[in-house]
């Protein structure tokens, strides 16, 4: 049995397509257990139906306290009866087996972090996102869990992100980078710099520099980075997609011709935003937390939240964290056990 | 007369698209005089045909050195006697009152830095790049000239980029950002929080944080990065746009419907792909050195080199540096005089 703790009262449809999603995928894996964490009162409605076809499968945790958008961490970790602070306290004591949100970046990074934690093994968690390329997928990361780090973070981040790849996306020995500024070694800032080193010695596939382009041609499957950067480079890419598909839209309004074509081209235009929609695919992984934690687009409506638990089952039957505790100790282990005794590492 | 040394041995197709593209804008632009610096064995026959034509028009001085791909800076500025080194000169001695290259970037940048170098009211030039936007274009800077650098020279960016803003695209009391990870004061790395106070002490049009998002989305005109950071999405957003147009291709293949789609929106692509080819559109300026210096793509042809030197002759005769000088007096006076008496600032 698998218990997810789902927020239901994160994200902007919340709680009724949270609670929808639950169902979905309460009713296609069979092995699912939901907690269903937020407002009794406001829950309930929408489980009634489902009571008895799904008996024995799902709780209702009553938490009623609400966390506002933008609510900074600090203010996030004092609601203690908050449905996201209360989610994060079933993984911890061990009653739920993975957390999914669609709550505030800032505010679920802060209950995985400081009421979930780090696997002992690892310093920090971070966040992969997997980007398509056109042979499959690169992961970057830290895409925004850790803004100023030092060298030996981004080699346990290289670490998360080589199990994230050979695990969940299957891509085996995956070919990891730096994000920097030119191919050759020595350039780059000076955390790539410093870096550059302590990943050449550890038993990874490093490639060395990745630039930008680098994570959307497919000559990498792993990008680490510092998460200012990757948040930077994450809500860029977003962005620049919506801004082509909208210079498009706008010049196909300019000709019949072209609005006859778009017509024609409806069924591949949906498969690429599909494709596109990187975020909304799955959620984004807090990678290295000590139970799967899942955060999804604020938008997030019940598919996608069926398939961030999805995601979040995959990372539990693929026993992540345990391999990831492995590869830390076998692939990085002189790297990291220097980093310990020197924290400027 | 607008004399411009045009560097005609840089790029993948020097130097044949390179002198041709000078020949392009000495046809177009009556009051244009072009030094082709290179090759003189190379360069002659080329013009050749049009000598009689042009008469008077420009001059060939021999630079036979070759400068090599992805050759260190330090390497290029020995080789004295290069064409990029030597056309550098030109600009420095008052011979030429601009410089256009498309040599590989950090070759160029050395040049422009070193042997051209900053007006005296800035420390350190930097690289803009005007990226589409729904409604218009925002100005990224630096995008690669500058990677570590201090809260003071991110003040002196942002006054480069109203300038470039106001001056050039046209946009009055530009609305700048600092690029950062969340909206609110006080999110970012410790670079950003330190130059957010800064910003807001001067006079300028200075919005707050701006996030990946916005470079694209047009809530902002100007937005500052270090270089490091500002490369990175440079070289993403380029290769992503590539991703995305195969994946439109990809798509198209897949389906008779879509393929008829894709001929009736010909025109229409065509339109999006020269809106979306930034970096070949004129070439990317490098700002705040002694005369104008536009780096084109490597890949430039002779209708990019024509609109190289175009951008270069808008810079002149917009008095470009004559207002940075001023806007670097007017609007960022205080913070670059504590600057100056704190190198930490």
Redesign the interface.
């Known amino acids: 049995m698998f218990r997810l703790a789902l927020d239901a009262m994160g994200g902007d449809y919340a709680p009724l397509q949270i609670v929808r999603g639950g169902i979905l995928a309460l009713k296609e894996f069979p092995n699912l257990f939901v907690y269903f964490v937020g407002d009794k009162k406001e829950i309930e409605p929408i489980l009634e139906p489902f009571k008895e076809e799904l008996s024995g499968r799902f709780e209702i945790v009553d938490a009623p306290e609400k966390i506002e958008m933008?609510e900074p961490p600090s203010k996030v970790l004092k609601k203690k009866n908050s449905s996201l602070y209360v989610a994060g306290k079933l993984v911890r004591e061990g009653k739920a087996d993975a957390l999914v949100s669609a709550g505030n970046t800032?505010a679920v990074l802060a209950v995985g972090k400081f009421v979930i934690g780090a696997i002992k093994e690892l310093e920090r968690p971070a966040i992969g996102v997997a980007f398509?390329?056109?042979k499959g997928q690169t992961v970057l990361l830290d895409v925004?869990a850790n803004?100023?780090v030092k060298p030996r973070h981004l080699v346990q981040f290289a670490v998360i992100g080589h199990t994230y790849a050979e695990e969940i996306l299957g891509i085996k020995n995956p070919r990891i980078g730096i994000?920097?500024?030119?191919?050759?070694e020595g350039k780059?800032?000076?955390l790539v710099k410093e870096t550059y080193p302590l990943l050449k010695e550890t038993k990874l596939n490093f490639l060395g520099n990745a630039?930008?382009?680098?994570?959307?041609?497919g000559q990498f499957d792993v990008v680490v980075?510092?998460?200012?950067?990757g948040?930077?480079?994450?809500?860029?890419?977003?962005?620049?997609?919506?801004?082509?598909l909208?210079?498009?839209k706008?010049?196909?309004r300019?000709?019949f011709?072209?609005k006859?074509?778009?017509?024609?081209?409806q069924?591949?235009?949906r498969?690429?935003k599909q494709?596109?929609d990187f975020a909304e695919y799955g959620g984004i992984p807090l990678l290295g937390a000590k139970a799967p934690v899942i955060i999804t687009h604020g938008r997030a409506n019940a598919k996608a939240i069926r398939n961030a638990v999805k995601a979040a089952m995959d990372f539990y039957t693929h026993h992540f964290n345990d391999v990831l505790r492995k590869n830390l100790i076998e692939l990085s282990g002189e790297v990291l056990q220097k980093g310990k005794n020197n924290k400027n590492v």
Do not use: H, Q, Y
């Open positions: 933008n800032g398509p390329n056109p925004g803004v100023d994000l920097s500024i030119g191919e050759e780059g800032n000076e630039e930008g382009r680098d994570i959307f041609n980075c510092d998460g200012f950067v948040n930077v480079v994450l809500k860029s890419a977003e962005s620049l997609g919506f801004t082509i909208n210079m498009i706008e010049e196909i300019k000709s011709w072209a006859l074509g778009a017509l024609l081209m069924r591949a235009f498969k690429l494709k596109a």
